[in-house]
């Protein structure tokens, strides 16, 4: 694919939102962009009963497989409360800080299945005395939502919310200067919409050039090119599925944390610097396996193809958890992404591109 190709793709998939948990939307819009490269070879995708979407192409041997995963779901929040004044009270649905949650525009899915327009409330700073202005911790169990309802039968009858009922942080998705870069992507959810495309751009890569007239790959592992749910709540969703499955092996596609600012915990990722390959998450609780990750970086060595090195301390993946939790043997790319779990965040093509390459190169040597 080229860069307008893969822009298409990730449009596509943007166009539906999927909060942890309510993933289908999302998950056909992956369905229909992977049935346009895989109905050629007459492959199908399917679903599980934890609702993560998946594709096997079959290799020679029978006797091993190896899944690359990208995960469906987005960071957003849950309704707790509806006060008497019709305001609402939230819970977080993955994680996030209340400092830049101020003025934020989200959406809530309401009991008839449509999305409400709600805003976070916070004190602006024409109403905020000098001793609040710094230092001041905010937490998001403490914060409201304004949708328009001046009492709580309003938001119930007219507004149809309910506790329990779902939102997601509202914005715009698409090249972030148009007219002047072709390559430089900005909206919410990119973690993981990146990943996502990345993993239909992986799917043409191995469809045209590694499988046979009958849709089996040349190599001897079987590959499962899986979508899966409920990341950002726990790795439910690739737990299930490696678990369920006969899975030697797994690569996690994801973002890289591109966050060389002041008092950041960061491995000097750059944000045109090539996929990351990530060796330790969540405060050194979390290591990938080592051999593997070595020889994903000869690969990159061997093809010429750029890449970069990383370890991130605030963050947990589907990879982490297969290693962790179910001893399979994983490593985790990571496309470069900056302001993640923030609205927008900021990545490239040229990253969901070069990812999708370097996984290519890899499982091109599985002979």
């Known amino acids: 694919m080229d860069l307008k190709e893969i822009l298409q793709t990730i449009l596509n998939l943007a166009s539906t939102r999927a909060p942890s948990g309510l993933e289908k939307a999302r998950g056909e819009k992956y369905k229909e962009e992977m049935l346009k490269i895989l109905e050629v070879k007459d492959l199908k995708v399917q679903s599980d009963p934890l609702g993560n979407y998946y594709a096997r192409l079959k290799g020679t041997s029978g006797k091993k497989a190896i899944a690359i995963l990208a995960h469906i779901d987005e960071i957003g929040g849950t309704i707790r409360k509806i006060k008497k004044n019709g305001f609402l009270e939230f819970s977080r649905r993955g994680g996030y800080e209340g400092r830049w949650l101020v003025s934020r525009k989200i959406l809530i899915l309401n009991k008839e299945g449509k999305w409400i327009n709600g805003v976070i409330t916070g004190r602006s700073a024409h109403s905020t005395p000098d001793k609040l202005r710094k230092g001041e911790f905010i937490d998001p169990l403490e914060m409201e939502i304004y949708i328009g309802a001046n009492t709580k039968e309003e938001a119930l009858d007219e507004y149809k919310i309910h506790v329990g009922s779902p939102f997601v942080f509202s914005g715009e998705f698409g090249l972030l200067n148009p007219n002047i870069n072709q390559d430089i992507i900005a909206g919410y959810s990119m973690d993981n919409l990146a990943a996502l495309a990345c993993l239909v751009v992986l799917t043409q890569k191995l469809v045209n050039d590694l499988t046979n007239d009958f849709g089996n790959l040349k190599i001897s592992h079987d590959v499962y090119l899986v979508a899966t749910t409920r990341e950002e709540i726990g790795t439910e969703g690739a737990y299930y599925f490696v678990r369920n499955n006969p899975i030697e092996k797994v690569i996690a596609i994801d973002i890289g944390l591109v966050a060389d600012f002041s008092n950041s915990v960061n ?101």
Not at 313 to 321: I, Q
Not at 334 to 356: D, K, Q, R, Y
């Open 267 to 367: 491995s000097d990722i750059k944000l045109k610097g090539g996929p990351v390959i990530i060796w330790q998450e969540g405060r050194g609780g979390g290591v990938l396996d080592y051999n593997f990750c070595t020889q994903l970086m000869n690969v990159a060595e061997k093809n010429s193809l750029p890449y970069q090195n990383g370890v991130v301390e605030f963050y947990g993946s589907d990879a982490g958890k297969s290693q962790k939790w179910l001893g399979v043997p994983s490593a985790l790319i990571g496309i470069p992404t900056m302001f993640s779990h923030n609205v927008p965040e900021v990545s490239t093509l040229s990253g969901i591109e070069a990812a999708a390459e370097l996984i290519f190169q890899y499982l091109k040597r599985l002979k």
